[in-house]
């Protein structure tokens, strides 16, 4: 050592501090305005800022928002990211610890004294993927859900001319068709990461008060799912009924199916009807109670709904997908009479199309490549079922939803078909068929077959590569009412039940008949757009 010179040293010296891993030892402040400036302080950042930067919530800041970049210190201007966050800094391919910061003009507001409203005091764990488990422990949760819930964070693209403080936080809610909630209790709360959320704010919304908003990291997504393109719909729905002959006591049950809530359809809002519901949200439906009706009387019942709609892009890393057990019991790869995957015939093919492949993404789109390829579409109705498909080799939309859902079922993917309405630039609709499987950590994942075939009326597509654009994503052009099979329980079991095969909703029943109404005929009109507005 004694004949290294002073320069030679504090070079050994400063080459081994930038060799280190950067960290983060504070922010400030941890809540901040637009413009304003954040200082971070820590270690290993390097004297110079070169090809080294920040992320707040995965954004970079530009290059010209940097004020200075020293070794154990950086100063920047806050950039429109819009929402809560964490920060890392990033040198030389390795990242910081995260940090969390928060956007002033969009982290929502507290309530400043909760006195009777829900309380959190702990998550556990603070960070999860899509799809696990989350337990809540507090105060004020109430002793059973109701119509509370849990929400997290959500967020959509949005135009580039919406400053980022005009932005409102928005949110997701746990959905009960998910099987998303495992435990409510006053004190304690089990939800699963719903499809669709985001690294950000969570809470719990009760019918007394909202809590306090807690951050919860979302990790470990095998891909990106985007939500943009959003159409708010306004729908009328109308229904005539007409009596026939009738004594009393009578009652008639009718369930009108309305917009069904996902990450991708939201704010759904009854705007207007002329009847009062006799339950007002039953399992996706509007339940009305109309009680002794009278002989060659008539009754319409018109509803007019608010409902925003969002196309889905996604894009996936197969080689990250790890597949487990994040969609619980069971239940969207049982096999059922509409989706029969455990018929030896659907087993011996699903065999056949997806050979040794493993990756349940790469098995959806072998079986999806295999109906484009096999069968013909068509946009009349096709009679029969889906053997009957597989002996024909021609389908509709509803068939090929189903087969859809019936092959990946027995291949062991979760999946669900979804029922609705295409809406054309003029307004016009159609009833349709799509489906969406389920990929661990990153949600639903839609499929249109019929639409990746080119099997509708020119009027309905938007999409140059449909075949390749609609096996992962969708438009928003079109409106959900029903995911899966809706099965109702009838309200009497002395009533007669009606059902509608092929509707814009895949529910069972729509009417019941409880007494002395002899005679009747119904008039479900078909879903009527009063509006469109694109943001």
Known sequence: ???????????????????????????????????????????????????????IAGAQPTSTSYLYWQDNEISFRTPEFGDAGLVHVHVRGRRSNGVLFANEATIPRQVS????????????????????????????FGSSRGNSGVFFSWTSVTPAAM????????????????FGYELWTDREIRVRVPDGAMSGSMGIHTTRDNSPFIYFDVINRPGTKIFRDKRNYMISQTLSITIGQAESPNTLYLWIPHPVASASQR?????????????????????????????????????????????????????????????????????????????????????TIIAREQNPYLRS????????????????QVDGDIFSVLDAKETDSYLAAMLFCTLLR?????????????????????????????????????????????AVPAIFGIQADRAG????????????????????????????????????????????????IESYSSHWGGIIITGIYVQ
């Not at 006799?278 to 009706?293: G, I, Q, Y």
């Not at 096999?335 to 455990?342: E, G, V």
Request: glycine share 8%; aromatic share 10%.
């Open 1 to 55: 050592m004694k004949n290294i010179s002073i320069p030679a040293v504090l070079f050994i010296v400063i080459t081994g501090c930038q060799g280190g891993h950067p960290r983060i030892h504070s922010i400030s402040p941890y809540i901040g305005s637009m413009g304003e400036p954040i200082t971070i302080t820590g270690s290993f950042f390097g004297n110079e800022r070169g090809e080294s930067f920040v992320t």
């Open 113 to 140: 004294q909760i006195r009777h409203g829900p309380q959190i005091t702990a998550i556990n764990p603070t960070a999860g993927s899509v799809g696990s488990v989350v337990s809540i422990t507090g105060t004020g």
């Open 163 to 178: 400053p980022a403080e005009a932005r409102i936080p928005e949110f997701t809610d746990v959905l009960e068709s998910e």
């Open 267 to 351: 704010n759904i809002e009854l705007l207007s009807g002329n009847i009062e519901p006799f339950m007002a949200n039953h399992r996706e439906t509007s339940l009305f109670k109309l009680d002794d009706l009278a002989s060659n009387s008539e009754v319409r019942i018109s509803l007019t709904w608010r409902v925003e709609v969002f196309g889905v892009e996604t894009t996936v890393q197969h080689q990250a997908i790890r597949q487990g057990t994040a969609q619980p019991n069971g239940f969207f790869t049982r096999s059922t009479d509409q989706i029969p995957s455990d018929n030896p015939r659907i087993r011996s093919l699903v065999t």
């Open 365 to 380: 789109r072998r079986i999806y490549d295999w109906m484009l390829n096999e069968l013909t579409f068509v946009s009349d």
């Open 410 to 454: 027995a291949a062991g993917i979760p999946s669900q078909p979804v029922a609705g309405i295409l809406v054309s630039r003029n307004r016009q609709t159609m009833n349709h068929y799509w489906a969406e499987f389920w990929i661990d950590s990153l949600g639903w994942i839609p499929v249109d077959p019929a639409m990746g075939a080119n």
């Open 469 to 516: 654009f609609y096996f992962g994503n969708t438009d928003s052009q079109r409106i959900a009412f029903s995911r899966g099979f809706t099965s109702l329980s009838p309200m009497d079991p002395r009533g007669r039940t009606v059902t509608h095969n092929r509707s814009f909703s895949l529910q069972s029943p729509w009417e019941e008949v409880v007494g002395g």
